[in-house]
Protein backbone atom coordinates (compact mmCIF):
# COMPACT_ATOMS: atom_id res chain seq x y z
CA UNK A 1 0.00 0.00 0.00
CA UNK A 2 2.83 2.38 0.78
CA UNK A 3 4.41 1.81 -2.41
CA UNK A 4 1.09 3.19 -4.23
CA UNK A 5 1.58 5.59 -2.11
CA UNK A 6 5.09 6.71 -3.13
CA UNK A 7 4.06 6.54 -6.75
CA UNK A 8 1.26 9.42 -6.04
CA UNK A 9 3.60 11.26 -4.05
CA UNK A 10 5.24 13.10 -7.08
CA UNK A 11 4.55 17.13 -6.50
CA UNK A 12 2.37 18.52 -8.65
CA UNK A 13 3.28 22.22 -10.38
CA UNK A 14 0.15 23.77 -10.96
CA UNK A 15 1.19 27.49 -10.96
CA UNK A 16 1.50 27.81 -14.89
CA UNK A 17 -1.93 27.64 -15.47
CA UNK A 18 -2.89 30.47 -12.61
CA UNK A 19 0.21 33.01 -13.73
CA UNK A 20 -1.63 33.29 -17.26
CA UNK A 21 -3.04 36.79 -18.73
CA UNK A 22 -6.04 35.30 -19.06
CA UNK A 23 -8.01 37.13 -22.49
CA UNK A 24 -10.82 35.78 -24.15
CA UNK A 25 -10.77 33.62 -27.28
CA UNK A 26 -10.99 35.79 -29.97
CA UNK A 27 -14.17 33.84 -31.38
CA UNK A 28 -16.34 34.81 -28.57
CA UNK A 29 -14.83 38.74 -29.28
CA UNK A 30 -16.14 38.18 -32.76
CA UNK A 31 -19.24 36.71 -31.70
CA UNK A 32 -19.82 39.24 -28.71
CA UNK A 33 -18.82 42.21 -30.83
CA UNK A 34 -21.87 41.11 -33.76
CA UNK A 35 -24.07 40.42 -31.37
CA UNK A 36 -24.00 43.91 -29.78
CA UNK A 37 -23.92 45.39 -33.34
CA UNK A 38 -27.35 43.17 -34.24
CA UNK A 39 -28.72 44.69 -31.14
CA UNK A 40 -28.13 48.30 -31.31
CA UNK A 41 -29.28 47.71 -35.29
CA UNK A 42 -32.59 45.47 -34.21
CA UNK A 43 -33.21 48.38 -31.76
CA UNK A 44 -32.86 51.90 -34.06
CA UNK A 45 -34.58 50.18 -36.59
CA UNK A 46 -37.54 49.73 -34.08
CA UNK A 47 -36.87 53.33 -32.74
CA UNK A 48 -35.90 54.96 -35.99
CA UNK A 49 -32.65 56.29 -35.08
CA UNK A 50 -30.23 53.96 -35.98
CA UNK A 51 -27.52 56.20 -36.92
CA UNK A 52 -27.51 57.71 -33.56
CA UNK A 53 -28.02 54.45 -31.80
CA UNK A 54 -24.80 53.27 -33.91
CA UNK A 55 -22.85 56.04 -31.75
CA UNK A 56 -23.04 53.58 -28.48
CA UNK A 57 -21.04 51.47 -30.00
CA UNK A 58 -18.34 53.35 -29.44
CA UNK A 59 -17.93 52.73 -26.29
CA UNK A 60 -17.58 48.95 -27.03
CA UNK A 61 -13.83 49.26 -27.41
CA UNK A 62 -13.35 50.56 -24.00
CA UNK A 63 -14.82 47.57 -22.96
CA UNK A 64 -12.39 44.94 -25.06
CA UNK A 65 -9.56 47.25 -24.30
CA UNK A 66 -10.48 45.90 -20.86
CA UNK A 67 -10.57 41.74 -21.27
CA UNK A 68 -8.68 41.75 -24.73
CA UNK A 69 -5.39 41.67 -26.72
CA UNK A 70 -4.33 44.60 -28.09
CA UNK A 71 -4.93 42.73 -31.98
CA UNK A 72 -8.52 41.77 -30.53
CA UNK A 73 -9.28 45.64 -29.07
CA UNK A 74 -7.92 46.84 -32.65
CA UNK A 75 -9.99 44.42 -34.01
CA UNK A 76 -13.43 45.61 -32.70
CA UNK A 77 -12.17 49.36 -33.06
CA UNK A 78 -12.19 48.91 -36.61
CA UNK A 79 -15.24 47.40 -36.88
CA UNK A 80 -16.70 50.13 -35.07
CA UNK A 81 -15.23 52.81 -36.90
CA UNK A 82 -16.79 51.08 -40.06
CA UNK A 83 -20.21 50.79 -38.41
CA UNK A 84 -19.86 54.76 -37.51
CA UNK A 85 -18.11 56.09 -40.48
CA UNK A 86 -20.42 54.37 -43.57
CA UNK A 87 -23.91 55.74 -42.22
CA UNK A 88 -21.72 59.38 -41.91
CA UNK A 89 -20.54 58.67 -45.80
CA UNK A 90 -23.96 57.62 -46.81
CA UNK A 91 -26.24 60.67 -45.02
CA UNK A 92 -26.52 63.73 -46.57
CA UNK A 93 -28.37 65.16 -43.07
CA UNK A 94 -26.41 66.86 -40.14
CA UNK A 95 -23.09 66.07 -41.46
CA UNK A 96 -21.52 67.82 -38.94
CA UNK A 97 -22.50 66.12 -36.28
CA UNK A 98 -21.76 62.77 -37.60
CA UNK A 99 -18.37 63.35 -38.90
CA UNK A 100 -17.94 64.34 -35.06
CA UNK A 101 -19.53 61.20 -34.09
CA UNK A 102 -17.11 59.58 -36.58
CA UNK A 103 -13.74 60.95 -35.42
CA UNK A 104 -15.18 60.28 -32.08
CA UNK A 105 -15.47 56.64 -32.58
CA UNK A 106 -11.89 56.27 -34.66
CA UNK A 107 -9.98 58.26 -31.94
CA UNK A 108 -11.64 56.19 -29.62
CA UNK A 109 -10.86 53.21 -30.67
CA UNK A 110 -7.29 54.12 -31.33
CA UNK A 111 -7.31 54.95 -27.33
CA UNK A 112 -9.01 51.53 -26.70
CA UNK A 113 -6.01 49.86 -28.58
CA UNK A 114 -3.69 51.80 -26.91
CA UNK A 115 -5.17 51.05 -22.94
CA UNK A 116 -4.94 47.41 -24.42
CA UNK A 117 -1.51 47.44 -24.65
CA UNK A 118 -0.37 49.30 -21.17
CA UNK A 119 -3.01 46.84 -19.43
CA UNK A 120 -1.49 43.80 -21.28
CA UNK A 121 2.25 44.86 -19.94
CA UNK A 122 0.99 45.88 -16.77
CA UNK A 123 -0.38 42.04 -16.54
CA UNK A 124 2.75 40.78 -17.82
CA UNK A 125 4.89 42.76 -14.99
CA UNK A 126 2.92 41.38 -12.42
CA UNK A 127 2.08 37.81 -13.43
CA UNK A 128 6.41 37.37 -13.63
CA UNK A 129 6.32 38.87 -10.31
CA UNK A 130 4.07 36.44 -8.85
CA UNK A 131 5.96 33.72 -10.90
CA UNK A 132 8.62 34.75 -8.90
CA UNK A 133 7.25 35.24 -5.56
CA UNK A 134 5.53 31.28 -5.79
CA UNK A 135 8.97 29.91 -7.05
CA UNK A 136 10.28 31.30 -3.79
CA UNK A 137 7.45 29.58 -1.84
CA UNK A 138 8.30 26.74 -3.66
CA UNK A 139 11.46 26.70 -2.14
CA UNK A 140 10.85 28.52 1.29
CA UNK A 141 7.82 25.37 1.79
CA UNK A 142 8.59 22.63 -0.18
CA UNK A 143 5.46 21.49 -2.06
CA UNK A 144 3.22 18.80 -0.73
CA UNK A 145 3.24 15.79 -0.69
CA UNK A 146 6.52 15.00 0.82
CA UNK A 147 8.15 11.28 0.35
CA UNK A 148 10.49 9.32 2.61
CA UNK A 149 11.38 5.52 3.39
CA UNK A 150 10.01 6.33 6.75
CA UNK A 151 6.54 8.47 6.04
CA UNK A 152 4.82 9.94 3.22
CA UNK A 153 3.75 13.81 4.74
CA UNK A 154 0.47 15.57 2.74
CA UNK A 155 -1.08 18.52 3.28
CA UNK A 156 -2.71 21.89 3.22
CA UNK A 157 -0.52 25.26 3.69
CA UNK A 158 -2.84 28.27 3.65
CA UNK A 159 -1.45 32.10 4.88
CA UNK A 160 -4.29 34.28 5.75
CA UNK A 161 -3.32 36.84 3.40
CA UNK A 162 -3.14 34.82 -0.44
CA UNK A 163 -1.06 36.93 -2.02
CA UNK A 164 1.55 36.59 0.08
CA UNK A 165 2.18 33.02 -0.54
CA UNK A 166 4.15 32.52 2.68
CA UNK A 167 2.94 33.80 6.10
CA UNK A 168 4.04 32.82 9.38
CA UNK A 169 3.21 29.21 9.42
CA UNK A 170 6.27 26.64 8.55
CA UNK A 171 7.02 23.51 7.88
CA UNK A 172 9.10 20.77 6.70
CA UNK A 173 10.99 17.42 6.41
CA UNK A 174 14.47 15.55 6.03
CA UNK A 175 15.23 12.27 5.40
CA UNK A 176 18.55 12.03 7.47
CA UNK A 177 21.48 9.15 8.00
CA UNK A 178 19.12 9.11 11.55
CA UNK A 179 15.64 8.73 9.81
CA UNK A 180 12.74 11.44 9.05
CA UNK A 181 12.63 14.62 11.29
CA UNK A 182 9.50 16.45 10.32
CA UNK A 183 9.30 20.36 11.51
CA UNK A 184 5.91 22.38 11.83
CA UNK A 185 6.09 25.61 13.21
CA UNK A 186 4.00 29.19 13.58
CA UNK A 187 5.98 32.46 14.47
CA UNK A 188 4.61 34.68 16.09
CA UNK A 189 2.67 37.93 14.58
CA UNK A 190 2.16 38.43 10.71
CA UNK A 191 3.85 40.16 7.92
CA UNK A 192 6.78 40.78 6.59
CA UNK A 193 8.88 40.56 9.86
CA UNK A 194 7.46 37.08 10.52
CA UNK A 195 8.28 35.83 7.40
CA UNK A 196 12.00 36.51 7.73
CA UNK A 197 11.86 34.83 10.85
CA UNK A 198 9.85 31.60 9.20
CA UNK A 199 12.85 31.52 6.42
CA UNK A 200 15.48 31.50 9.22
CA UNK A 201 14.17 28.77 10.68
CA UNK A 202 13.40 26.76 7.80
CA UNK A 203 16.99 27.55 6.67
CA UNK A 204 18.08 26.18 10.47
CA UNK A 205 16.50 23.08 10.45
CA UNK A 206 17.45 21.60 6.49
CA UNK A 207 21.04 22.20 7.68
CA UNK A 208 20.77 20.75 11.49
CA UNK A 209 18.39 18.10 10.66
CA UNK A 210 21.21 16.75 8.30
CA UNK A 211 24.21 17.70 11.20
CA UNK A 212 22.67 16.76 13.95
CA UNK A 213 22.46 13.13 15.72
CA UNK A 214 19.62 13.53 17.96
CA UNK A 215 16.78 15.55 18.18
CA UNK A 216 17.18 17.92 21.12
CA UNK A 217 20.53 19.06 19.47
CA UNK A 218 18.45 19.63 16.38
CA UNK A 219 16.05 21.77 18.70
CA UNK A 220 18.82 23.67 20.15
CA UNK A 221 20.22 24.54 16.48
CA UNK A 222 16.65 25.81 15.99
CA UNK A 223 16.72 27.54 19.50
CA UNK A 224 20.09 29.07 18.34
CA UNK A 225 18.77 30.41 14.71
CA UNK A 226 15.43 32.19 16.22
CA UNK A 227 18.04 33.87 18.89
CA UNK A 228 20.62 35.14 16.44
CA UNK A 229 17.51 36.48 14.37
CA UNK A 230 16.01 37.98 17.29
CA UNK A 231 19.61 40.00 18.30
CA UNK A 232 19.42 41.42 14.70
CA UNK A 233 15.53 42.76 15.21
CA UNK A 234 16.55 44.53 18.31
CA UNK A 235 19.41 46.14 16.70
CA UNK A 236 16.94 47.06 13.71
CA UNK A 237 14.56 47.94 16.67
CA UNK A 238 12.03 45.54 15.60
CA UNK A 239 10.26 43.52 18.07
CA UNK A 240 11.52 40.30 18.96
CA UNK A 241 9.52 37.51 18.31
CA UNK A 242 9.22 33.52 19.35
CA UNK A 243 8.45 30.62 17.24
CA UNK A 244 5.98 27.36 18.26
CA UNK A 245 7.65 24.33 16.71
CA UNK A 246 6.49 20.64 17.03
CA UNK A 247 9.53 18.25 15.85
CA UNK A 248 9.23 14.74 15.13
CA UNK A 249 12.25 12.01 14.80
CA UNK A 250 10.72 8.67 13.03
CA UNK A 251 13.39 5.64 12.92
CA UNK A 252 13.28 2.09 12.65
CA UNK A 253 11.04 0.27 14.70
CA UNK A 254 7.94 2.01 15.64
CA UNK A 255 8.74 4.07 18.86
CA UNK A 256 9.16 7.51 17.52
CA UNK A 257 10.49 10.71 19.17
CA UNK A 258 8.57 14.34 19.71
CA UNK A 259 9.62 17.78 21.16
CA UNK A 260 6.94 20.04 21.35
CA UNK A 261 8.18 23.85 22.11
CA UNK A 262 5.05 25.40 22.83
CA UNK A 263 2.97 24.10 19.77
CA UNK A 264 -0.33 22.17 19.37
CA UNK A 265 0.18 19.00 20.10
CA UNK A 266 -0.54 15.95 17.36
CA UNK A 267 -3.10 13.33 17.01
CA UNK A 268 -2.47 10.00 16.55
CA UNK A 269 -4.89 8.43 13.91
CA UNK A 270 -4.85 4.33 14.18
CA UNK A 271 -7.30 1.59 13.57
CA UNK A 272 -10.70 4.22 14.41
CA UNK A 273 -8.96 5.69 17.61
CA UNK A 274 -8.31 9.16 17.70
CA UNK A 275 -5.35 10.10 20.53
CA UNK A 276 -3.66 13.23 21.67
CA UNK A 277 -0.13 12.51 21.58
CA UNK A 278 2.43 14.35 23.82
CA UNK A 279 0.02 16.33 26.20
CA UNK A 280 1.26 17.43 29.44
CA UNK A 281 5.31 17.01 27.29
CA UNK A 282 5.01 20.62 25.89
CA UNK A 283 8.09 22.76 26.77
CA UNK A 284 9.30 27.26 25.90
CA UNK A 285 8.55 27.88 22.30
CA UNK A 286 12.00 28.73 20.27
CA UNK A 287 13.67 31.98 21.58
CA UNK A 288 12.35 31.40 25.33
CA UNK A 289 14.65 28.32 26.55
CA UNK A 290 16.27 31.33 28.65
CA UNK A 291 13.27 32.00 30.30
CA UNK A 292 13.71 28.22 31.59
CA UNK A 293 15.86 26.09 33.85
CA UNK A 294 14.56 22.89 32.44
CA UNK A 295 16.86 21.73 29.38
CA UNK A 296 14.23 20.06 26.31
CA UNK A 297 13.97 16.68 26.50
CA UNK A 298 12.07 14.34 23.80
CA UNK A 299 9.12 12.34 24.60
CA UNK A 300 8.60 8.73 22.95
CA UNK A 301 5.20 7.48 21.36
CA UNK A 302 4.64 4.10 19.42
CA UNK A 303 3.15 5.07 15.47
CA UNK A 304 2.23 1.67 14.62
CA UNK A 305 3.11 1.15 10.66
CA UNK A 306 -0.26 2.25 8.26
CA UNK A 307 -0.85 5.12 11.43
CA UNK A 308 -1.19 8.44 10.70
CA UNK A 309 -0.19 11.31 12.55
CA UNK A 310 -1.94 15.05 12.32
CA UNK A 311 0.35 18.13 12.79
CA UNK A 312 -1.02 21.66 13.00
CA UNK A 313 -1.22 24.98 13.59
CA UNK A 314 -3.38 27.27 15.65
CA UNK A 315 -4.75 28.64 12.25
CA UNK A 316 -6.57 25.46 12.72
CA UNK A 317 -7.00 24.90 17.06
CA UNK A 318 -8.44 28.47 17.21
CA UNK A 319 -10.33 29.06 14.25
CA UNK A 320 -13.78 30.52 15.31
CA UNK A 321 -17.32 30.25 14.04
CA UNK A 322 -19.41 33.41 13.58
CA UNK A 323 -20.56 33.09 17.17
CA UNK A 324 -17.35 32.65 18.78
CA UNK A 325 -16.84 28.91 19.31
CA UNK A 326 -13.64 27.11 18.86
CA UNK A 327 -13.60 24.51 16.00
CA UNK A 328 -13.54 20.48 17.57
CA UNK A 329 -10.88 19.95 16.34
CA UNK A 330 -10.23 16.17 18.32
CA UNK A 331 -14.25 15.43 17.62
CA UNK A 332 -13.78 16.36 14.42
CA UNK A 333 -10.82 13.89 13.35
CA UNK A 334 -13.15 11.37 14.45
CA UNK A 335 -15.24 11.40 11.27
CA UNK A 336 -11.74 11.60 9.33
CA UNK A 337 -9.65 8.26 10.59
CA UNK A 338 -9.60 5.42 7.49
CA UNK A 339 -8.56 7.95 5.20
CA UNK A 340 -5.65 8.72 3.02
CA UNK A 341 -3.06 11.45 4.15
CA UNK A 342 -4.02 13.93 1.45
CA UNK A 343 -7.91 13.48 2.02
CA UNK A 344 -7.01 13.45 5.36
CA UNK A 345 -5.97 17.12 5.49
CA UNK A 346 -8.16 18.72 2.62
CA UNK A 347 -11.19 17.52 4.34
CA UNK A 348 -10.43 18.90 7.70
CA UNK A 349 -9.61 21.99 5.98
CA UNK A 350 -12.97 22.42 3.99
CA UNK A 351 -14.33 21.14 7.43
CA UNK A 352 -12.63 24.31 8.91
CA UNK A 353 -13.80 26.36 6.54
CA UNK A 354 -17.43 25.86 6.31
CA UNK A 355 -17.42 26.01 10.17
CA UNK A 356 -15.93 29.65 10.57
CA UNK A 357 -18.07 30.67 7.79
CA UNK A 358 -14.63 31.09 5.19
CA UNK A 359 -14.06 33.80 7.55
CA UNK A 360 -9.86 32.99 7.63
CA UNK A 361 -8.44 34.68 10.49
CA UNK A 362 -4.85 33.05 11.08
CA UNK A 363 -2.47 31.04 9.19
CA UNK A 364 -3.20 27.60 8.43
CA UNK A 365 -0.63 24.89 8.03
CA UNK A 366 -2.06 21.14 8.02
CA UNK A 367 0.34 18.11 8.11
CA UNK A 368 -0.65 14.56 7.94
CA UNK A 369 2.16 12.08 8.46
CA UNK A 370 1.87 8.36 6.99
CA UNK A 371 3.63 5.56 8.59
CA UNK A 372 5.63 3.60 6.14
CA UNK A 373 5.85 -0.38 7.37
CA UNK A 374 8.36 -0.77 9.88
CA UNK A 375 11.70 -1.64 8.45
CA UNK A 376 13.53 -4.45 10.11
CA UNK A 377 17.34 -3.34 10.42
CA UNK A 378 20.03 -5.98 8.57
Not at 68 to 81: D, E, F, I, N, Y
Not at 114 to 137: C, D, H, K, N, P
Request: glycine letters at 8%.
Amino acid sequence: MFDSMRAAAAPVDGHGDDLAVRTPPTRAVVLVTVAATVVTVVLGVLTGTAVLLLGLLVFLPAFASALCTPRQTALVSTWVSALVVVPVALSGERVADRVVLALFAVGFGVLAVYASRLRIAREGALVRLWSTAAAMQRQILRPLPLLTEDVLVDGVYEPVQQDKLVGGDIYDVAATPWGTRVLIGDVQGKGLAAVGMAIDVVGAFREAAHREPTVTALIDSLEAAVVRHNDYAEQRGEPQRFVTAAVLGVETGSDVQLVICGHVPPYLLHEGRVTAVGAGTEQAPLGLADLVDEARTVSWFTFPAGATLLLCTDGLTEARAPDGAFYPLEARLGGHVDITAGRLTRSLVDDVHGFTAGAQQDDLAVLAVRRAPVRVPE
